[in-house]
């Protein structure tokens, strides 16, 4: 099988929005008027984003589900996904297996694949991502307002628990193999927050997705706004064996990373509205801090002190 065939067989899919889609040159969109167009890429590089025994369709699925993250993260409505693949070699039952989770979750968020490109080389998983949100409506890292609450939906932690795990950096019986089958579940197959972004146009003033840890991600946020925030230690979400012992796994909730939840900051004003947003997508939020005059992220113990931590996010070059 060439390359023209494994993407006549594994990639094509009708893809009625478009006005021409996967077999040409380019592909041909319409973005719906009244509404602004969102682009946005992501690349997973096995050693560095994934372990070389993830099964293909779990690869499928986090390579467009991390994209879809960014998508909730403005608001938006992912339209058209466009897939860049560096394979080895050609492998038909790992193809099918990609393909079978990405377009299981491309189909459950109406997000038609339109065009991309393969090779052979190291595996290398990217895609580019468009989506919409009303004009002048998308939620932006830019927005966040000095007396804002700070909000994370779900929990945090525990796809840097799974990666912990699997590199043998966490004592023998520290958690029982039920909270790390979950944490593995998280790792592999992230729930991206579409419809939580989506709820919160209109509500919310910032937002960011959680990719490479807590702090990290919302210090895009302050830095972009020009503000800073204070964030409680206790009240960091996560699974309750996890938050029993809260000081033993804090960096992992704060700076762990793959977590793909949305960090979000909103006016006091709009607390109740949070939480119809949040009921309405059928996701937990937390409100976690307060955004304050100054720069930078403080997370703060019970009474009030600073707490210091050895890292603030992953780091893609370290």
């Known amino acids: 099988m060439n390359e023209f065939e494994l993407i006549r067989h594994y990639f094509t899919r009708p893809a009625p929005s478009t006005v021409l889609g996967v077999g040409d040159d380019a592909a041909i969109l319409r973005p719906t008027p009244g509404q602004d167009l969102h682009v946005s890429v ?7 984003h994934f372990f070389a025994d993830v099964s293909p369709q779990a690869l499928g699925h986090k390579t467009l589900a991390v994209n879809l993250s960014d998508m909730a993260a403005m608001g938006a409505r992912p339209r058209w996904a466009f897939l860049a693949l560096a394979l080895p070699a050609v492998d038909e039952a790992w193809a099918q297996g990609f393909s079978r ?6 189909e459950q968020y109406g997000v038609e694949l339109a065009g991309g490109d393969t090779t052979r080389g190291p595996l290398t998983l990217s895609i580019t991502i468009m989506g919409e949100t009303p004009q002048g409506q998308a939620l932006r890292r830019d927005a966040a307002r000095e007396g804002d609450d700070v909000w994370v939906s779900g929990e945090l932690g525990l796809g840097a628990l799974a990666v912990a795990q699997r590199l043998g950096r966490l004592p023998a019986g520290s958690v029982s193999d039920d909270v790390l089958a979950v944490c593995q579940c998280r790792l592999d197959f992230p729930v991206p927050r579409l419809e939580l972004g989506q709820a919160l146009l209109g509500v919310a ?13 919302l210090g895009h946020i ?22 029993a012992e809260r000081p033993r796994w804090l960096e992992f909730l704060a700076a762990g990373g793959d977590d793909y939840e949305l960090c979000f900051t909103a006016p006091l004003a709009a607390r109740q509205a949070v939480l119809a947003a949040a009921a309405q997508a059928g996701c937990r939020v937390t409100r976690i801090g307060r955004i304050v005059a100054g720069s930078g992220a403080r997370l703060l113990d019970a009474t009030g002190q600073t707490i210091a931590l050895n890292k603030a996010g992953y780091d893609h070059f370290a």
Do not use: I, T
């Open 101 to 106: 989770g990405l377009f299981a979750l491309a």
């Open 205 to 217: 003033h910032a937002a960011a997705d959680v990719s490479d840890g807590l702090l990290a991600d």
């Open 222 to 243: 302050l830095a972009a706004s020009g503000v800073a925030a204070e964030l409680w230690a206790d009240s960091l979400p996560s699974l309750p064996p996890l938050e």
């Open 42 to 48: 992501d690349m997973l590089v096995e050693g560095r």
